[in-house]
């Protein structure tokens, strides 16, 4: 027997012993947890594969709202699309459109955190200096200028910070236009050299003997780890930046020879 309106208003909140569904019709149903609460439910067949996705709760989706949603969600499946993936989608094109903040967190869960080994200054980068005056606008909504306001302020105090920027909200947004989240890219013609006049800038500023010496015992009296200590010294010692020792191998040392051999990529 189909679903009425009637039976979920009786059954809604209602404790059970246990679990229970019921079925409507085109492969729509309700599942009736132990304390009550009534979800919709599509089943569906998909490249040969069963599947359900969900639908919503009673009664904030009515029983007519959940079986047009079902329709739409059976038309969907019929030119190939599974219902599940629609739904999930649409998700994150609301969350997108809810604000800036919530597209850079989709982001940095689903490419950020995996591709990118400074992940947590970039996401630090753009909550210091991002978040507290765009981060609550819509994605789609936030303009070139306003983006301008922040990057060309950055590019006078915090270039480097002004750059990261840059790079990582262009590639947010490309992220986001592949999965149609918005429309365009503002920045997409933006470049730090160009537009910033974000010059990167190089120094053949050394240490002396006195400074070398006075920054080794301030490692030594200083209340970091020791591999921090042991990792200060050792740039101290071979003059290399510190994301070349980082990742550096034990095979990439001779020291019979006394040579580092560094990859270059």
Not at 241 to 248: D, F, K, P, S, T
Request: overall charge positive; aromatic content about 8%.
């Amino acid at each position: 027997m189909a679903l009425t309106e009637t039976w979920l208003k009786a059954n809604y909140k209602k404790l059970r012993d246990k679990a229970l569904e019921k079925t409507d019709r085109d492969g729509l149903s309700v599942r009736l947890s132990p304390k009550g609460k009534i979800t919709y439910t599509l089943r569906y067949q998909h490249a040969g594969k069963a599947g359900r996705v969900d639908l919503g709760s009673y009664p904030l989706m009515s029983l007519k709202e959940a079986r047009t949603e079902t329709q739409r969600l059976k038309k969907q499946l019929e030119q190939g699309h599974n219902p599940k993936v629609v739904r999930l989608l649409e998700k994150q094109a609301i969350i997108a459109a809810e604000s800036l903040s919530g597209l850079f967190e989709l982001w940095y869960e689903a490419y950020c955190i995996q591709n990118k080994k400074g992940h947590v200054e970039i996401k630090r980068s753009f909550e210091i200096h991002v978040f507290s005056k765009l981060g609550k606008l819509p994605a789609e909504k936030v303009t070139l200028h306003a983006w301008l306001d922040i990057l060309e302020g950055l590019a006078k105090t915090k270039p480097a910070i002004g750059e990261r920027i840059l790079e990582n909200a262009k590639q947010l947004y490309k992220f986001a236009m592949k999965r149609k989240l918005v429309p365009a890219n503002p920045l997409a013609d933006i470049y730090a050299k160009e537009d910033l006049q974000i010059q990167k800038r190089s120094t053949d500023r050394v240490l002396d003997d006195e400074e070398i010496k006075m920054l080794w015992l301030a490692v030594n009296n200083s209340r970091i780890t020791p591999k921090n200590k042991l990792f200060v010294k050792l740039c101290l010692i071979y003059g290399c930046r510190n994301g070349e020792l980082r990742q550096a191998e034990k095979q990439h040392f001779d020291f019979k020879a006394g040579i580092w051999t560094m990859l270059v990529v």
